[in-house]
């Protein structure tokens, strides 16, 4: 009795940490997904508009990034009130309302924060009010979404663009100014077209393939770890039972 | 025993990639020759330079495919001889690296190497460097210039007859300047009967099909006869449309590219005459003062369309061939 006791409670205990490790195991993946497997910009092509112009310095990535950030999580945070009303017009209208009321008090914060950097985005900053993420991304909430998963998506989503942005901004700006962030940078080279919107969309196509190269070369490096922990594991098996 | 009675020559080969890059890469030896004769030594080590660029971004994309292309099939080593030749003899070295690394890690690497590109990779390097680099690789030196190899040089760059025609203005240079390429311009393009004498050659060898070029120039040369930007109008502006600028170089060596053009006999021709109303149109409305690789990336992505159309056409003729017998 007291074995079968110890086992059935041997058991749930390793049942305990599978769950445990699982919950881990799928938040760091969510993480990794939305960042870099699944990222929004890159992989799903939400806002690639926004992505491609506004990659020409950091403070315009900056100034868009806190723009999204506004309008996004704002109108999730609306729509998640709202998830329930009926129709999916009146949802949508309503969805667009908010995000445009949104985006005008986003626009005046963002240039009086970033200043001439963000206006020489133009007319993207009005286009916020109707970017991919948020219509996505309020259209999708259900009545079963939990609010608190809704907002870290949201968040991560967010997290992704201002990752690819970046990096797009970071390359773009050195190589067509030789600046980061205004600051004059040392530089051999000059290739202003690199600032021309079709080089942003090259560059964002190899930072795909970079990111698909990466996570395939982490994956197999994983592949092979577990593999050969296992076969260890078989290798001490087959010792015990002799 | 069937006997085949055949004309000369008797002796059939298959024609394989490396054969046709072999007889592109021959070709641009006389440019070079003759571009090595007007500016001097500095012409061919921009070549070597450049190939060496594009030779060297082949084997590091060879390696991260692990293997997937020949870099045997000297399609990187024609690419990096054009590219210096559409260019000024006093350009920099940074500028045709520039161009060579944008032709084979974006427009050639990315979409599968050699035969599965769909942009001209000299044309789109040539492009990004014009977008770049801008009124720079449109200023020549002198014919008889001989450019040092290293170091800034103190030639007197000038524009070339294309500018003029560009402004409206009618080239002040004669027949004869113009075939045996005396006057400034880009290192390749300059001289007409070089060229001439290249395309023959390459037509013999089979390895570029004489409809595409043919019905490219002559579309050119009717387009420029019925609108021509230069005042003397007529004969002449077709003379100075078709000897000015990349036309003549680009319609040989860039327009022949037998991956990035269509397959079909009859879709070449549709194709040429379309690349010919299309240059003619950047010509006369463009921003830039040469713009026949801009047009010809756009023909590139249209490839497909004309590819489309000659199977459906040949589809229907051998249908109703079918039908009649």
Same mark, same amino acid.
């Given at each position: 009795?007291?074995?079968?006791?110890?086992?059935?409670?041997?058991?749930?205990?390793?049942?305990?940490?599978?769950?445990?490790m699982? %919950?881990? %195991?799928?938040?760091?993946r969510? #993480?990794?997904?939305?960042?870099?497997g699944?990222?929004?910009?890159?992989?799903?092509?939400?806002?690639?508009?926004?992505?491609?112009?506004?990659?020409?310095?950091?403070?315009?990535a900056?100034?868009v990034?806190?723009?999204?950030?506004?309008v996004?999580?704002?109108t999730?945070?609306?729509?998640?009130?709202?998830?329930?009303?009926?129709?999916?017009?009146?949802?949508?209208?309503?969805?667009?309302?908010?995000?445009?009321?949104?985006?005008?008090?986003?626009?005046?914060?963002?240039?009086?924060?970033?200043?001439?950097?963000?206006g020489?985005?133009?007319?993207?900053?009005?286009?916020?009010?109707?970017?991919?993420?948020? #219509?996505?991304?309020?259209?999708?909430?259900?009545?079963?979404h939990?609010?608190?998963?809704?907002?870290?998506g949201?968040?991560?989503?967010?997290?992704?663009?201002?990752?690819?942005?970046?990096?797009?901004? #970071?390359?773009?700006e050195?190589?067509?100014?030789?600046?980061?962030?205004?600051?004059?940078?040392?530089?051999?080279?000059?290739?202003?077209?690199?600032?021309?919107?079709?080089?942003?969309?090259?560059?964002a196509?190899?930072?795909?393939?970079?990111?698909?190269?990466?996570?395939?070369?982490?994956?197999?490096?994983?592949? %092979?770890? %577990?593999?050969?922990?296992?076969?260890?594991f078989?290798?001490?098996?087959?010792?015990?039972?002799? | 025993?069937?006997?085949?009675?055949?004309?000369?020559?008797?002796?059939?080969?298959?024609? @394989?990639?490396?054969?046709?890059?072999?007889?592109?890469?021959?070709?641009?030896?006389f440019?070079?020759?003759?571009?090595?004769?007007?500016?001097?030594?500095?012409?061919?080590?921009?070549?070597?330079?450049?190939?060496?660029?594009?030779?060297?971004?082949?084997?590091?994309?060879?390696?991260?495919?692990?293997?997937?292309?020949?870099?045997?099939d000297?399609?990187?080593?024609?690419?990096?001889?054009?590219?210096?030749?559409?260019?000024?003899?006093?350009?920099?070295?940074?500028?045709v690296?520039?161009?060579?690394?944008?032709?084979?890690?974006?427009?050639?690497?990315?979409?599968?190497?050699?035969?599965?590109?769909?942009f001209?990779?000299?044309?789109a390097g040539?492009?990004?460097?014009?977008?770049?680099?801008?009124?720079?690789?449109?200023?020549?030196?002198?014919?008889?210039?001989?450019?040092?190899?290293?170091?800034?040089?103190?030639?007197?760059?000038?524009?070339?007859?294309?500018?003029?025609?560009?402004?409206?203005?009618?080239p002040?240079?004669?027949?004869?300047?113009?075939?045996?390429?005396?006057?400034?311009?880009?290192?390749?393009? @300059?001289?007409?009967?070089?060229?001439a004498?290249?395309?023959?050659?390459?037509?013999?060898?089979?390895?570029?099909?004489?409809?595409?070029?043919?019905?490219?120039?002559?579309?050119?040369?009717?387009?420029?006869?019925?609108?021509?930007?230069?005042?003397?109008?007529?004969?002449?502006?077709?003379?100075?449309?078709?000897? @000015?600028?990349?036309?003549?170089?680009?319609?040989?060596?860039?327009?022949?590219?037998?991956?990035?053009?269509?397959?079909?006999?009859?879709?070449?021709?549709?194709?040429?005459?379309?690349?010919?109303?299309?240059?003619?149109?950047f010509?006369?409305?463009?921003?830039?003062e040469?713009?026949?690789?801009?047009a010809?990336?756009?023909?590139?992505?249209?490839?497909?369309?004309?590819?489309?159309?000659?199977?459906?056409?040949?589809?229907?003729i051998?249908?109703?061939?079918?039908?009649?017998?």
């Open positions: 009795m007291t074995s079968v006791n110890c086992l059935s409670t041997g058991v749930a205990v390793v049942k305990l940490e599978l769950a445990k699982r %919950r881990y %195991r799928r938040g760091g969510t #993480l990794r997904r939305l960042l870099l699944g990222n929004p910009a890159l992989v799903i092509g939400l806002n690639l508009p926004f992505l491609v112009v506004a990659s020409v310095s950091l403070r315009a900056a100034a990034t806190l723009e999204l950030l506004l996004h999580m704002g999730l945070a609306v729509m998640l009130t709202v998830r329930r009303a009926q129709g999916g017009a009146v949802r949508l209208a309503t969805q667009v309302a908010v995000s445009t009321l949104l985006t005008v008090w986003a626009r005046l914060l963002v240039i009086r924060l970033f200043g001439s950097a963000a020489t985005l133009g007319m993207f900053l009005y286009l916020m009010a109707v970017n991919g993420m948020t #219509l996505t991304g309020g259209a999708a909430i259900g009545a079963r939990k609010p608190g998963r809704v907002l870290v949201g968040l991560l989503q967010v997290g992704g663009f201002a990752l690819a942005i970046a990096l797009l901004a #970071l390359a773009r050195y190589a067509g100014y030789n600046t980061l962030w205004g600051v004059p940078l040392p530089a051999t080279f000059r290739l202003s077209g690199v600032t021309a919107p079709f080089f942003g969309l090259i560059l196509g190899f930072l795909l393939g970079a990111g698909r190269f990466a996570g395939k070369a982490v994956a197999g490096a994983r592949m %092979r770890e %577990r593999a050969r922990r296992e076969a260890r078989l290798v001490v098996r087959d010792e015990r039972h002799g | 025993m069937k006997l085949i009675q055949q004309p000369a020559p008797h002796i059939r080969v298959a024609q @394989t990639t490396r054969g046709v890059m072999g007889d592109a890469v021959a070709a641009l030896g440019l070079y020759a003759m571009a090595y004769y007007y500016h001097g030594p500095r012409a061919p080590v921009l070549g070597l330079g450049s190939v060496a660029v594009c030779l060297a971004c082949d084997v590091a994309c060879n390696f991260i495919t692990r293997g997937g292309h020949n870099i045997r000297l399609s990187a080593i024609v690419t990096g001889l054009l590219l210096p030749l559409m260019m000024p003899a006093t350009v920099g070295y940074g500028v690296a520039t161009a060579g690394l944008f032709a084979m890690l974006v427009a050639k690497a990315p979409f599968g190497g050699t035969g599965h590109n769909v001209n990779p000299a044309a040539f492009s990004f460097a014009v977008v770049c680099f801008g009124g720079s690789l449109f200023l020549y030196p002198p014919p008889a210039f001989k450019a040092p190899v290293w170091g800034p040089s103190d030639a007197v760059l000038a524009a070339s007859p294309a500018f003029t025609l560009r402004m409206g203005g009618t002040g240079y004669d027949i004869t300047d113009m075939l045996v390429g005396n006057y400034p311009g880009p290192m390749g393009a @300059t001289n007409i009967l070089v060229l004498a290249c395309l023959l050659y390459l037509v013999f060898r089979g390895t570029v099909r004489w409809s595409m070029p043919f019905s490219f120039f002559a579309t050119v040369g009717v387009l420029a006869w019925l609108f021509p930007r230069s005042a003397a109008g007529g004969l002449s502006s077709v003379g100075f449309e078709l000897a @000015t600028g990349l036309l003549l170089f680009g319609g040989i060596f860039l327009l022949g590219d037998p991956v990035t053009t269509p397959k079909r006999e009859m879709s070449k021709v549709a194709f040429g005459i379309t690349a010919g109303a299309v240059v003619m149109l010509r006369h409305f463009g921003r830039q040469e713009e026949l690789t801009f010809l990336l756009l023909m590139n992505a249209a490839v497909w369309g004309f590819d489309m159309a000659g199977e459906r056409v040949a589809s229907i051998r249908r109703r061939k079918r039908k009649e017998h």
